[in-house]
């Protein structure tokens, strides 16, 4: 009896995980904006809205790339949709304002902020040198201030929409990882501003969702030059690297079914993140395993 009560509530449970209630209708006609759109999985963020109906602008420094990620777009969705580009450097906070205020004019409001960008550094270790100092500024402008800058432009819209902000975030973020520790510092801090953030809507009655994505290790161009070109094979040989297309789909998935946090691949980064509290020492020692030191 109790067996089958609880064969039940395991088969319940497994089902309820394994259950895809993600509508593709949901995303007809939503006005997207994706940073860091010109490569990665901000790129393939913009295919799969495109492709799912969305109005997509697209943003990141180089103008020829975004040409051709909206050239594709339009490929993949329909002649109803609108797409776009705007090149901007995101360590101009400043200039944030008129990326949001462009997309609105362009897509006649937002409903879907994508935060993706971020800047692109060598791998490596910090000794506290002069030249590791120099980078930490622009590391917090571009990958931590102008996600708070991008996002506090864009709530007035959002409100209006009932929008969602995509944040996405890193197992960097949940616990700190060698040889990128400037990275894995902004993304902590992302985690406190949105979560600080998430609340306040909440409390203000204000029904926009901020879904945060945290993420292992994606087989982008530039995560796998980086982890090669700084003599990471071993962890390159035990860690499998998802793809980046089947990353960015289940990201936009659950944005649209506005969940607050999501984990890909859901193993190992949510069970690390569970008992990384809990035994902190055991979870280092597990993490550290798969990086080599180079001298
Ligand atoms: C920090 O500085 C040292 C010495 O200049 C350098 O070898 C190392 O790569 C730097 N670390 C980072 C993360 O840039």
């Given at each position: ?7 039940v ?20 006609g ?16 913009a ?9 997509v ?18 490929e ?28 609105v004019?362009?897509l ?6 994508v ?7 060598d ?12 980078l ?6 571009v ?8 996002a ?29 520790s400037?990275?894995s ?43 090669k ?15 980046p ?10 944005g649209s ?32 395993f ?6």
């Amino acid at each position: 009896m109790i067996k089958k009560l609880l064969a039940v509530v395991f088969g319940l449970l497994l089902g309820y995980w394994l259950i895809d209630d993600f509508n593709p209708d949901s995303l007809k006609g939503k006005r997207v904006l994706v940073t860091g759109a010109s490569t990665g999985i901000g790129e393939q963020l913009a295919y799969h809205y495109a492709r799912l109906g969305a109005s997509v602008v697209v943003t990141a420094r180089r103008e020829d790339k975004l040409k051709e990620v909206v050239a594709k777009c339009s490929e993949l969705g329909s002649s109803s949709q609108k797409y776009g580009y705007i090149p901007a450097d995101m360590a101009d906070l400043e200039g944030t304002e008129h990326v949001i205020q462009e997309t609105v004019n362009k897509l006649g409001g937002l409903d879907i902020l994508v935060l993706n960008h971020i800047i692109l550094l060598d791998l490596g270790v910090w000794t506290g040198s002069h030249h590791n100092l120099s980078l930490i500024d622009k590391v917090m402008r571009v990958n931590y201030q102008s996600y708070i800058y991008l996002a506090s432009h864009a709530l007035p819209h959002l409100e209006k929409s009932t929008g969602s902000v995509i944040v996405l975030h890193s197992m960097a973020g949940k616990l700190g990882q060698p040889f990128v520790s400037a990275y894995s510092g902004s993304k902590f801090a992302l985690d406190g501003f949105f979560g600080g953030l998430r609340q306040e809507l909440k409390l203000r009655q204000c029904d926009i969702s901020i879904t945060i994505c945290v993420l292992g290790l994606i087989g982008t161009d530039n995560a796998i030059n980086q982890l090669k070109d700084y003599g990471q094979n071993f962890l390159l040989s035990i860690v499998k690297a998802e793809s980046p297309s089947a990353t960015a789909l289940e990201i936009v998935k659950q944005g649209s079914k506005r969940v607050r946090q999501m984990y890909y691949p859901y193993i190992p980064v949510y069970p690390l993140i569970l008992l990384r509290d809990w035994f902190p020492e055991t979870c280092e020692y597990v993490n550290r395993f798969v990086y080599t030191l180079n001298s």
